[in-house]
């Protein structure tokens, strides 16, 4: 049985690997979400670095009432760490959320408001811009998303239009469909949302930019995608 969900409070979900020069950014963009009702549940990856020590005092300097950090014995990975983090939400929304980024203060609201607006709609994504490390002015829009009835579509010849790490989908999605696969390393954010649109979840992307994606030479992605 699905435990009981906590009705409007979003559960947000940020697997952390050797974070420890980004994490404490990205929770204080965080705290400042216009949205109340929230919880974190940071699950660290057994880091190498002091991603974990970071996270702590981060809590004792802002003592966030909903707050759960797990400290995993070995590595398992992006798919195992956010799927454990998946199993601990308890809300009736839960959010995405990298290590390394940030997202705009209204995101949550936003993308809550829209599915209690949207009841026909399961997951919603938001447009984002990229941006450099170096220079966080030095900002680059998103050109490959896509929007209403195109998702689908795309999805269905193999395509990918919906940024991961800014989803925010409802908890009784996870519930029927479980989290990410761990057979797909480096293609498991596609995966997870090619198999909502498959089990006839809809998705729909705001095009509004509510999530900043950081570029920098450690990120994981650049395991995967070089360029």
């Known amino acids: 049985m699905p435990l009981a969900r906590i009705d409007q409070l979003v559960s947000i979900v940020i697997p952390c690997f050797n974070?420890?020069?980004?994490?404490?950014?990205?929770l204080d963009h965080l705290y400042e979400q216009t949205y109340p009702?929230?919880?974190?549940?940071?699950v660290d990856d057994a880091?190498?670095?002091r991603s974990a020590d970071r996270i702590q005092l981060w809590q004792a300097r802002r003592r966030f009432p909903r707050f759960t950090l797990l400290q995993l014995p070995r590595n398992v990975g992006f798919s195992g760490s956010l799927t454990t983090g998946l199993f601990m939400a308890s809300g009736e929304y839960i959010a995405i959320h990298d290590a390394d980024d940030y997202s705009h203060p209204e995101r949550i609201r936003k993308q809550v408001e829209f599915l209690m607006n949207h009841p026909e709609i399961g997951l919603v994504g938001t447009n984002y811009m990229a941006f450099e490390e170096s220079d966080i002015l030095k900002q680059t829009p998103s050109n490959w998303l896509s929007y209403g009835e195109d998702i689908p579509k795309r999805y269905a010849i193999g395509e990918h239009c919906v940024s991961h790490p800014t989803i925010l989908f409802r908890g009784s999605v996870f519930d029927r469909l479980g989290g990410l696969s761990r057979n797909m390393n480096g293609a498991e954010d596609y995966e997870f949302i090619a198999k909502c649109v498959y089990h006839g979840i809809r998705v729909e992307n705001l095009r509004e930019t509510l999530y900043y994606y950081r570029s920098h030479p450690a990120q994981r992605s650049r395991e995967f995608y070089p360029e």
Do not use: L, Q, R
């Open 19 to 26: 974070a420890e020069s980004y994490i404490e950014d990205c």
């Open 47 to 49: 880091s190498t670095d």
């Open 37 to 42: 009702n929230i919880e974190f549940i940071i």
